[in-house]
């Protein structure tokens, strides 16, 4: 993959337009009505107005973000939820996917809780997101994916952009997680799912939302696992959609030790002081809208990593109130 | 003809056993086939059945991948498109190194015929050495002696049965990890090896690790040197 093709940034419909008549391989995140604008060609997309720009934290209904991947490379496929789990078989043996998905989608719901145990699952690298919509438009839109070749929209599907890498060059992923499990008790739920009523609370059975109130836990702040050093949250969605409920944006899963997190302030600072100024250059990267709303970042900048703001973040799986991003590393 | 029905005839695959899917890398120049028993998977997701992936014989210049879930192979016979759960190569590969070397090749020269990289090399010599491939010929065994024993340690990622792989995945095994891959790998093999009882699936596990630690080796220095300043500790006499 060459470093002098064109770089990640927030455009007009005209200059997105013309990267694609050019031929670029792009990943375009914007408004339905600028996707559906664009010209057919060799990229994918999903809808959000959010973004991280160059300039900080912006919501546009009349710009995409476009992630460049090169000129004519990579093979973009749609899966269904029988073809989802065969995802990663498809992805080059050396190279990157990059997924977007369909908020409130069953595909999305599968990929959550199955993508952990998909055929080479950590080995290939794979990043993304979840497409949403404006927060005014809760509940009377429908988030959307897009296959730039046939313009095609699709609510049920996710897309995949499988692009190669020549043998000297390796792609890794990252994550940037703010949140550490705090000092509260430890979780530990009995199934897999994203919602629970009871939980193991430091090893007794309890009810979670009575746990929440008691404590009067911030709900803004994450339950969060260390997976071997990797903090991965799962963010409340509701208390109460239904009496005793409690529901998450991702899975809870079995057997995992969960905490809520300790507060973090000034999210942009410490984001800044968090993100390596080392490394390859960034071909992609996300942040959560959790994080543009809890932590205020409009306006405000979070170092190189710029893209698209959110409604979930894959880092191979499901995260949440995390910014991911990949990096283009010599092998 | 379709890809699947061409690589039937080309791995000359048996009944009951068909190929399901066919994948071919152009850029890293490798082939993939995915095998089922025709009362599995049929190309569907079967979360509780992995797979075991064995590199077979070269289809011209591509290597060639043989996937196939673990349950439906243990039942079968020794099958040359398919490999032992403990081997990351089929039989059908293993006896084409075998007759190599009783042509009078070398062992270096075997590989590089057969496109062999340096660890699946180790593991097929070790499966020789100790007989794990019903050789009976002693003198193929003593001609592998004869092969630079450099070789085989250039690299420095633990064998797949080495001890190092099975404290690795203890649940209470520190380990600084630096990639995010890695660390969630880990922390779902460690899950599912505390929750599995099949010695296969523990295999499995093991030889998934170990395919990342080869896949990642230039990125996973300090990973790999922890692994073998564990293995140092052990072999000098320290509580595994």
Redesign the interface.
């Known amino acids: 993959m060459s470093n002098a093709s064109a770089t990640s940034a927030l455009l007009d419909l005209r200059q997105a337009s013309a990267l694609i008549e050019r031929g670029e391989t792009l990943a375009i995140a914007g408004h339905l009505d600028c996707l559906t604008a664009l010209p057919r060609g060799n990229w994918i997309g999903g809808t959000t107005p959010y973004f991280m720009a160059d300039e900080g934290g912006t919501c546009r209904l009349d710009r995409v973000f476009v992630q460049p991947f090169g000129p004519q490379v990579g093979e973009i496929l749609c899966y269904d939820r029988?073809r989802?789990?065969?995802m990663l078989?498809?992805a080059?043996?050396?190279?990157f996917s990059i997924v977007i998905l369909p908020a409130a989608s069953a595909v999305l719901e599968d990929y959550a809780r199955?993508a952990?145990?998909?055929?080479d699952?950590?080995?290939k690298?794979i990043v993304g997101w979840v497409a949403g919509v404006h927060l005014d438009q809760l509940g009377s839109a429908q988030a959307q994916v897009i296959d730039g070749r046939s313009g095609h929209c699709y609510s049920d599907q996710a897309i995949v952009l499988h692009i190669?890498?020549?043998?000297e060059q390796?792609a890794?992923?990252?994550?940037v997680n703010l949140f550490t499990p705090g000092t509260g008790p430890t979780l530990r739920f009995d199934e897999t799912g994203f919602a629970a009523r009871e939980c193991l609370i430091d090893g007794v059975r309890g009810s979670l939302l009575e746990l929440i109130r008691a404590r009067d836990i911030d709900t803004r702040l994450p339950l969060v696992a260390d997976?071997?050093?990797?903090m991965i949250n799962v963010s409340i969605q509701a208390l109460e959609s239904e009496p005793g409920l409690v529901s998450f944006y991702a899975p809870v899963f079995a057997?995992?030790d969960y905490r809520f997190a300790d507060a973090v302030e000034d999210y942009s600072a410490r984001f800044l002081q968090a993100m390596p100024s080392d490394g390859g250059p960034i071909l992609f990267g996300c942040n959560c809208i959790l994080n543009y709303l809890y932590s205020q970042l409009q306006g405000r900048q979070t170092a190189r990593l710029t893209g698209p703001i959110t409604f979930g973040e894959v880092?191979?799986?499901l995260l949440n109130q995390t910014a991911v991003y990949l990096t283009l590393?010599h092998? | 003809m379709k890809d699947a029905e061409l690589c039937h005839w080309l791995l000359e695959v048996n009944e009951p056993w068909e190929v399901s899917r066919v994948r071919v890398d152009t850029h890293s120049r490798e082939l993939h086939a995915y095998l089922s028993s025709g009362k599995s998977w049929f190309g569907r997701y079967l979360g509780e059945q992995p797979r075991s992936r064995w590199r077979h014989l070269n289809i011209g210049a591509y290597k060639t991948y043989i996937h196939a879930s673990l349950p439906e192979q243990n039942e079968q016979a020794a099958h040359p498109f398919l490999g032992k759960s403990t081997s990351d190569f089929t039989h059908g590969l293993a006896r084409r190194v075998i007759q190599c070397l009783q042509n009078g090749l070398r062992y270096r020269q075997v590989c590089a015929l057969l496109d062999i990289d340096i660890h699946l090399a180790w593991q097929i010599k070790h499966a020789i050495e100790s007989g794990q491939l019903a050789t009976a010929d002693t003198d193929l065994r003593a001609r592998l002696q004869l092969d630079d024993p450099a070789e085989q340690s250039a690299s420095s990622i633990p064998p797949g049965d080495d001890h190092a792989w099975l404290r690795l995945l203890a649940l209470d095994c520190p380990f600084e990890i630096r990639l995010l891959s890695l660390k969630l790998l880990l922390a779902r093999a460690r899950q599912d090896f505390a929750r599995a009882h099949d010695p296969d699936m523990r295999i499995l596990r093991i030889n998934e690790l170990r395919r990342f630690f080869i896949k990642h080796e230039k990125h996973l220095q300090h990973e790999i040197a922890q692994l073998n300043n564990e293995r140092q500790h052990v072999t000098e006499g320290g509580q595994p």
């Open positions: 029988q989802l789990p065969h078989e498809d080059p043996e050396n190279g199955e952990p145990n998909y055929p699952m950590y080995i690298p190669p890498l020549p043998p390796t890794l992923v990252h994550a997976y071997c050093g990797a057997g995992v880092a191979y799986q590393e092998s």
